[in-house]
């Protein structure tokens, strides 16, 4: 077989068109059978939460001011439980 342009620039079109498909099907079967799979596990997961405090240190400016007060997580979060403030 002789390799000109046009049978390797259909070689590489049909391997691009192999190479969507094989993705195209992997998304379908994502999204249409294992959803319910996918969103139970999400749905488990979203019931427990931990708080992530931000690590503060104090930091200063010229004139000794404090540039990062600490503020209380209680009162820039929605959770429904208070949230942990540690003291000190």
Known sequence: MKWNSRTRCAIVC???VLLFSAFSFRLIYLQMI??????????????YK??????????AIRSDKNCAPKIYAA??????QPAFIPTG
């Open 34 to 47: 294992k959803h319910d799979q996918y969103a139970g596990l999400a749905a488990e997961k979203h019931v």
């Open 14 to 16: 049909l391997g691009f």
């Open 75 to 80: 009162s820039i979060s929605n959770r429904t």
């Open 50 to 59: 931990q708080p992530i405090f931000a690590e503060r240190k104090q930091s």
